[in-house]
């Protein structure tokens, strides 16, 4: 944990003194184009600051040959493999970049490998986009998650019909036998894909950390998606949260009250309460927080140490634009353990750079290709409140 802390640390400081001599160099381009845009020479001011900015720019630069031999001094004492493994990453990153940008270097070791289809994108720049969707889609983080490829079939244990059952018995007389059965759900793989077009003058401005725009950009874009499968399913595609059974109805077209947020808590059984949370739209939480129990308190709460800020009878709420507003028969909440939802996601996340395709935009285009599905894989452990139909 030290070695990783370490390497973070020296990671952290490096990008910070970049983006230190990054200003400075902007600010030395303004002074230059404030002069020439008023077609003068620079005033001794100008001068003189433009001198200063190029003496800091000198110490930035002395400051992180010096970090960049701390740091490699430091990894001497990290094992030769962890070494080569944050090498191969800063090699990879390069690459990525550089093929973006269309540069080609001298050294074949920095260039990606290109093939028929095109360029060969690292593995390490696909991980980071699904760690960073791991990151930023809740759903996704608390489901239970099969990172496969192909056919996936998930056994489970069902009691609905039949259970396994104990009873009084008399000596040398047979036990009935009464036990549940197993079934199984099957997870496939879909196939969907996640554009993210970058403006050439982005790309063609040497200071842009380009590899972090594109793997932000493409996880923000795949986690938004994710979300909604996972929340509405689609019809004979990922069926997502739609495929839960237990079911509260509210009695109203566009009002919720508090007993049918109890009931709907208690669909649950208590053995599946710990990890549970609540699911909804925003406008939805807007209108619980004016319901009030018989004291006249408010039934949810703001709570500061809540995982999004509020907590409704004990739980957390979360809150996503992708659940259904209060409407005649839309699901307008969810409530469980989200543990209860198998979502199978490749890891074998397919990326290819678009560097023609979207010229006359003046941009290029890249686009992250994965399989998934997903599947309510414990029925018990997850309930929803289901709206009056109209």
């Given at each position: 944990?030290?070695?990783?802390?370490?390497?973070?640390?020296?990671?952290?400081?490096?990008?910070s003194?970049?983006?230190?001599?990054?200003?400075?160099?902007?600010?030395?381009?303004?002074?230059?184009?404030?002069?020439?845009?008023?077609?003068?020479a620079?005033?001794?001011?100008?001068?003189?600051?433009?001198?200063?900015?190029?003496?800091e720019?000198?110490?930035?630069?002395?400051?992180?040959?010096?970090?960049?031999?701390?740091?490699?001094?430091?990894?001497?004492?990290?094992?030769?493999?962890?070494?080569?493994?944050?090498?191969?990453?800063?090699?990879?990153?390069?690459?990525?970049?550089?093929?973006?940008?269309?540069?080609?270097?001298?050294r074949?070791?920095?260039?990606l490998?290109?093939?028929?289809?095109?360029a060969?994108i690292?593995?390490?720049?696909?991980?980071?986009?699904?760690?960073?969707?791991?990151?930023i889609?809740?759903?996704?983080?608390?489901?239970?998650?099969?990172?496969?490829?192909?056919?996936?079939?998930?056994?489970?244990y069902?009691?609905?019909?039949?259970?396994?059952?104990?009873?009084?018995?008399?000596?040398?007389?047979?036990?009935?036998?009464?036990?549940?059965?197993?079934?199984?759900?099957?997870?496939?793989g879909?196939?969907?894909?996640?554009?993210?077009?970058?403006?050439?003058s982005?790309?063609?401005?040497?200071?842009?950390?380009?590899?972090?725009?594109?793997?932000?950009?493409?996880a923000?874009s795949?986690?938004?998606?994710?979300?909604?499968?996972?929340?509405?399913?689609?019809?004979?595609?990922?069926?997502?949260?739609?495929?839960?059974?237990?079911?509260?109805?509210?009695?109203?077209v566009?009002?919720?009250?508090?007993?049918?947020?109890?009931?709907?808590?208690?669909?649950?059984?208590?053995?599946?309460q710990?990890?549970?949370?609540?699911?909804?739209?925003?406008?939805?939480r807007?209108?619980?927080?004016?319901?009030?129990?018989?004291?006249?308190?408010?039934?949810?709460?703001?709570d500061?140490?809540?995982?999004?800020?509020?907590?409704?009878?004990?739980?957390?709420?979360?809150?996503?634009?992708n659940?259904?507003?209060?409407a005649?028969?839309?699901?307008?909440?969810?409530y469980?353990?989200?543990?209860?939802l198998?979502?199978?996601?490749?890891?074998?996340?397919s990326?290819?750079?678009?560097?023609?395709k979207?010229?006359?935009q003046?941009a290029?285009?890249?686009?992250?290709?994965?399989?998934?599905?997903?599947?309510?894989?414990?029925?018990q452990?997850?309930?929803?409140?289901?709206?009056?139909?109209?």
């Amino acid at each position: 944990m030290k070695k990783k802390i370490r390497i973070a640390e020296f990671r952290a400081t490096l990008k910070s003194l970049n983006e230190q001599r990054n200003d400075k160099v902007t600010e030395m381009q303004s002074l230059v184009d404030v002069a020439k845009g008023e077609t003068r020479a620079m005033s001794s001011e100008e001068m003189e600051k433009f001198t200063a900015l190029e003496a800091e720019i000198a110490g930035i630069d002395a400051t992180i040959k010096a970090e960049e031999r701390a740091r490699d001094l430091s990894l001497n004492v990290i094992d030769d493999k962890k070494k080569e493994e944050l090498r191969a990453e800063e090699l990879e990153e390069r690459a990525f970049s550089n093929y973006i940008r269309g540069i080609v270097e001298q050294r074949a070791d920095v260039n990606l490998t290109t093939g028929d289809n095109g360029a060969i994108i690292p593995s390490s720049i696909a991980n980071k986009i699904i760690k960073k969707v791991y990151d930023i889609c809740p759903i996704y983080q608390l489901a239970t998650r099969y990172n496969v490829g192909g056919t996936l079939s998930v056994p489970y244990y069902d009691e609905e019909t039949q259970a396994i059952t104990m009873a009084y018995a008399t000596e040398f007389s047979d036990l009935e036998s009464k036990s549940g059965k197993f079934l199984s759900v099957e997870l496939k793989g879909f196939l969907a894909g996640a554009l993210c077009k970058v403006s050439k003058s982005l790309v063609n401005n040497s200071q842009f950390d380009i590899v972090n725009f594109v793997i932000g950009a493409m996880a923000d874009s795949i986690a938004k998606w994710i979300e909604n499968e996972l929340l509405n399913g689609t019809i004979d595609k990922v069926a997502g949260l739609s495929g839960v059974t237990q079911k509260v109805t509210a009695e109203a077209v566009a009002v919720i009250t508090a007993d049918e947020l109890i009931d709907l808590q208690e669909a649950v059984p208590d053995m599946y309460q710990g990890g549970a949370i609540w699911i909804m739209n925003k406008a939805t939480r807007t209108a619980i927080r004016k319901l009030k129990d018989s004291n006249g308190d408010y039934i949810l709460n703001k709570d500061a140490t809540a995982k999004w800020g509020y907590t409704l009878f004990g739980k957390d709420v979360y809150v996503s634009s992708n659940m259904p507003t209060m409407a005649a028969g839309k699901t307008a909440i969810y409530y469980g353990d989200m543990s209860g939802l198998a979502v199978k996601l490749s890891e074998d996340v397919s990326i290819e750079v678009l560097r023609e395709k979207f010229a006359t935009q003046h941009a290029i285009g890249v686009v992250g290709w994965m399989e998934i599905d997903s599947k309510v894989e414990n029925a018990q452990k997850i309930a929803k409140l289901e709206m009056a139909a109209a």
